[in-house]
């Protein structure tokens, strides 16, 4: 498709923000577009969110609004840009977005550090059985040392698999090597010799293989339909006894009632998890669980991300009200 030029426009964009942003991103929003904010923060429906696409020039959705073809089906033809908040647009039928000469952004790279900072703290958690020992002070149930009591196991020598060496996976890599972790990983491509060198990694071809390898996998590949179920209950039965868990990508990637089988039958040695299948609810199943660490979807939850985000849905915003192509576009041949 041939690029075409967005015109120039004479009068502020309106802009619909599907959830409250940080205030500061808010005030700038507010004074730069017309902006209509959503003030109470409760997630728009799915009649609120077509409503929203026939009255925007730009919507600015959050990855828990789901914008599929019929939705986007239902736009108004002044909807010209969907300026995502956040780096995944999973969420978003890219296909009918083009179809309709809409284009989309998202915010990439703002959240990688923060997300690669909670999952080394789920990598350390889980095999030192941090959660156990909070609830144990919680309870007022600690005698005291005892040379027996709460046996974790230790970081160094261990093998990480990493599951999607990208951005996030790299950070984690990075972070991984100072703690002594082997890091093998396994990517759609294979990374430069010189970049596998600066983390000490190993290429792993066949997915297969570094399951049964590591001793914690962690997920940092994005939700499409090749990677759905990645970890299924044939991998997840194949992996090492006693292994751990680590997702903090998302939900789809693993079969989780397979998952939390293999973590009763004590197949898996633990779990860190800060996504879930049908957020905000969470299985009771893995709520008993002692050695799941379980977090409500906070890998970008910084207040530093979080405005590094909005800024870069400003910029976007104006790039494309301007009639230039914005910087971070999904979309290739629509401006």
Same mark, same amino acid.
């Given at each position: ?73 239902? #736009? $108004? ?17 890219? #296909?009918? =977005? ?81 703690? $002594? ?15 596998? =060198? ?34 299924? #209950? ?14 903090? =990508? ?86």
């Amino acid at each position: 498709m041939a690029d075409r030029p967005t015109p120039r426009r004479t009068a502020k964009p309106r802009v619909v923000v599907t959830r409250h942003l940080l205030a500061s991103v808010e005030a700038r929003m507010s004074e730069l577009f017309d902006t209509k904010l959503n003030v109470a923060d409760a997630p728009l429906t799915r009649d609120e969110l077509a409503a929203a696409m026939r009255e925007a020039d730009v919507l600015v959705p959050t990855v828990t609004d789901r914008i599929d073809a019929e939705l986007i089906a239902q #736009a $108004g033809p002044q909807l010209g840009l969907i300026a995502s908040f956040g780096a995944g647009v999973d969420h978003i039928d890219l #296909a009918a =977005a083009r179809a309709k000469k809409i284009i989309v952004t998202n915010t990439p790279g703002v959240f990688t550090d923060d997300t690669a900072d909670l999952t080394m703290a789920l990598i350390i958690g889980v095999p030192r059985r941090l959660r156990e020992g909070t609830s144990l002070i919680r309870r007022s149930e600690w005698t005291g040392w005892a040379p027996s009591a709460l046996l974790g196991r230790k970081l160094g020598g261990k093998v990480l698999g990493i599951v999607g060496m990208g951005r996030i996976g790299q950070a984690v890599a990075l972070r991984a090597r100072a703690f $002594g972790l082997t890091i093998r990983y396994h990517n759609r491509h294979r990374l430069p010799q010189a970049v596998e =060198a600066q983390f000490g990694a190993e290429y792993v071809a066949d997915l297969d293989a570094l399951l049964r390898q590591s001793d914690i996998v962690t997920l940092h590949c994005p939700a499409t339909p090749e990677t759905r179920g990645l970890l299924s #209950a044939a991998r997840i039965a194949a992996m090492k006894a006693g292994a751990t868990i680590v997702n903090t =990508a998302r939900a789809d990637l693993i079969d989780y009632g397979a998952m939390i089988e293999a973590l009763e039958s004590g197949h898996l040695g633990g779990a860190g998890l800060d996504v879930f299948p049908e957020e905000p609810k969470v299985d009771d199943r893995l709520v008993a669980l002692p050695n799941v660490i379980a977090q409500p979807h906070i890998g970008s939850a910084t207040i530093e991300g979080r405005e590094a985000s909005g800024e870069k849905v400003i910029a976007n915003i104006r790039f494309w009200a301007d009639g230039h192509r914005p910087p971070d576009q999904v979309l290739e041949g629509l401006v």
